[in-house]
């Protein structure tokens, strides 16, 4: 089972035992925090509008970091415009240590048992003669 979790403006597809590189998180190594579901899969899909009712997805916070340099560099020739930048992006590692969902199959049945069936419309017992048969020629 896979589910589409949402974490810091971005959206990430994972999977139980999955070891993912999030946006810096306010949590403690050690520690469980929960993520949004957008969207399950596995044996049936589910999407939610926008999030999956009753869906959850936990992970263990393991350590904080910093991404690799990435470096930024402006040029324009001709008139000794030259500069230099650098950044680092801050992240959370975390391990997807349980996706849980609530049956669907479940859902869709206390819909159904919740909702009246629809009688059946009375048909008339003579239907109206067709239009062009009335008239006389």
């Known amino acids: 089972m896979f589910a589409i979790v949402q ?3 971005k959206q ?3 999977n139980e035992g999955d070891v993912v590189r999030l946006e810096s998180l306010p949590a403690e190594p050690g520690e469980v925090v929960e993520f949004p579901v957008m969207m399950l899969g596995g044996d ?3 999407v ?3 999030l999956v009712d009753g869906a959850s997805v936990k992970a263990e916070v393991l350590a904080h970091g910093r ?4 470096y930024i560099y402006k040029f324009k020739a001709k008139i000794n415009y030259r500069r230099k930048a650098g950044h680092r992006q801050n992240y959370t590692e975390v391990r997807i240590t349980e996706i849980a969902a609530k049956a669907a199959k479940a859902k869709r049945a206390a819909k159904k048992a919740a909702k009246p069936e629809k009688a059946e419309a009375e048909v008339p017992a003579e239907a ?3 239009a062009g048969e009335n ?3």
């Open 7 to 9: 974490s810091g403006g």
């Open 12 to 14: 990430y597809r994972v």
């Open 44 to 46: 049936t899909v589910q």
């Open 48 to 50: 939610g509008t926008p």
């Open 67 to 70: 991404g690799d340099k990435i």
């Open 128 to 130: 109206p003669e067709a």
């Open 135 to 137: 008239s006389e020629a």
